[in-house]
C-alpha cells in the first residue's frame, strides 16, 4: 500500500513532486508523511501554514490511499514509483521526476528507444501530414513515439506511429479521463499497443496547470524531442526547454517563412535545434547514419533521379517535403513525380505521399 500512501499524498494540496520527495527523505515512508503530525511535517521542512494544510488535508482523507488502489484494480491500472524496477530510465535522471506514474497499458514499449514528438494543437494540414509521416517512419524503425494526446500534431503523431508500432501518451489529467474527448478512441488504442501514462490519479480532471508540468514527463522518458509545429510562443516550446535542460537532443521540422505556426520552429533552427523534414533524419542521429538506398534505373533524368533517390518502398514524403530536400536541384517536381508514376517507379499513397514502387524496388 505504500505506493498509493504516496499517491494520496501527491493529490494534497500544495505537494508536488519535489515536495512529496523531500518529505519523504525526511520522514522515511508516505505512510509516515500521511499521519504525522504538524510538528513532524514542520521538522521535515514544511511552513507552519503547508504543514497544517496538509494534516488537515491527510485528516479528512484518511481512506483516500485505499480508494485509489481499488480504483487501480478495478481499472486494470498500474501504479509506478522511481524505485520500481519498471519505472522508466531516462526519466528517472530528470530534476523532477515525478513520484507517481499511472499506466494503462504496458511501460515495456520504453524499453525501445524513444523519441518525443509534439506542436500545435490548431495544426495545419501540412504539420499534420509531416507529424504523421514521421511517426509512421520512426516506428517502422523501431522507436516509440512519444506524445501528448492533444488536438493537432500530437493526435497526427500518435495515428502515425500506430501504423507501424508503438506509441505512448502523456496526460495532464488522469489516464482514466479522455481529454480531449474525441480521442477517446485513440488514447484506447494507444493503450492496446503502448501506454497511456500521468502522474496524476485516475479520475483526476484536467487543469490548465498541469499540462506544462506533464511537459517534462513527455520529453523525460525520450531521447530527443521534435518539434513540428510551433508558434512564437508556444507550450512545445516548453517541451524543448525541458528536453534542453536535461541534455536531451531537441529537432525541429522547418516550414513556410509565411505561416506564423512555423515561426517557433524556425527560432529553434536558429538557436541550434536541428533541422529535419524525415524520420531518417532523427534515426540517422542514433544510429551512425542513414540507410543508403539503391541506386536509381538508368533510363531517368538527371532531374528525376535526384526525385527517385529521395524515396524509398518503407517510407513515404509529400511533394513538401521532396521540394524542401531537393533545394532546388529539380524544378516542377509535382510534373517528375507524375513521370515517375506513368513509369511504374512511383506510387502515390492515400495520404498523398509517394513511395517507390514494388516494381521499381528492384529496378
Request: aromatic letters at 6%; one cysteine or more; a neutral charge.
Amino acid at each position: 500500500m505504500e505506493r498509493f500512501f504516496l499517491a494520496a499524498l501527491c493529490r494534497a494540496p500544495h505537494v508536488g513532486s519535489r515536495i512529496a520527495a523531500s518529505l519523504l527523505r525526511g520522514l522515511g515512508t508516505a505512510q509516515d508523511v500521511w499521519r504525522a503530525d504538524v510538528t513532524a511535517l514542520r521538522a521535515a521542512g514544511l511552513s507552519l501554514e503547508r504543514a497544517a494544510a496538509l494534516h488537515d488535508f491527510c485528516r479528512k482523507n484518511e481512506t483516500l490511499p485505499e480508494k485509489i488502489a481499488e480504483t487501480c484494480e478495478k481499472a486494470g491500472i498500474r501504479l509506478f514509483i522511481p524505485t520500481d524496477g519498471a519505472y522508466p530510465a531516462l526519466l528517472r535522471e530528470i530534476y523532477d521526476p515525478p513520484q507517481t506514474l499511472f499506466c494503462r497499458g504496458s511501460l515495456d514499449c520504453l524499453k525501445q528507444p524513444a523519441v518525443a514528438m509534439v506542436g500545435a494543437r490548431h495544426a495545419s494540414a501540412y504539420g499534420k501530414s509531416a507529424a504523421e509521416d514521421i511517426a509512421l517512419g520512426l516506428a517502422e524503425r523501431g522507436f516509440v513515439v512519444v506524445s501528448g494526446a492533444a488536438r493537432g500534431i500530437d493526435t497526427a503523431s500518435h495515428k502515425g506511429a500506430l501504423k507501424a508500432g508503438a506509441t505512448v501518451a502523456v496526460l495532464g489529467c488522469g489516464v482514466d479521463v479522455a481529454y480531449p474527448r474525441e480521442n477517446a478512441r485513440l488514447l484506447a488504442q494507444i493503450a492496446e499497443k503502448g501506454a497511456v501514462i500521468s502522474e496524476y490519479a485516475p479520475g483526476t480532471a484536467p487543469f490548465a496547470a498541469f499540462f506544462p508540468a506533464r511537459n517534462r514527463i513527455i520529453s523525460g522518458v525520450a531521447r530527443g524531442t521534435i518539434v513540428v509545429e510551433a508558434a512564437e510562443k508556444s507550450g512545445s516550446l516548453i517541451t524543448a526547454e525541458f528536453a534542453l535542460s536535461e541534455g536531451r537532443d531537441v529537432f525541429a521540422v522547418p516550414g513556410s517563412i509565411y505561416s506564423a505556426m512555423s515561426c517557433g520552429c524556425h527560432r529553434l533552427i536558429q538557436q541550434g535545434a536541428r533541422l529535419v523534414v524525415s524520420a531518417a533524419d532523427v534515426a540517422a542521429e542514433y544510429t551512425g547514419g542513414a540507410a543508403e538506398e539503391s541506386a536509381p534505373p538508368q533510363d531517368l533524368t538527371e532531374e528525376e533521379a535526384a526525385v527517385y533517390a529521395l524515396l524509398s518502398r518503407e517510407e513515404a514524403r509529400s511533394l513538401d517535403e521532396l521540394i524542401c530536400r531537393l533545394q532546388g536541384k529539380a524544378a516542377n517536381v509535382a510534373f517528375l513525380l507524375l513521370g515517375l508514376r506513368v513509369k511504374g517507379l512511383v506510387e502515390e499513397t492515400p495520404m498523398r505521399t509517394y513511395i517507390r514502387s514494388a516494381a521499381g524496388k528492384h529496378l
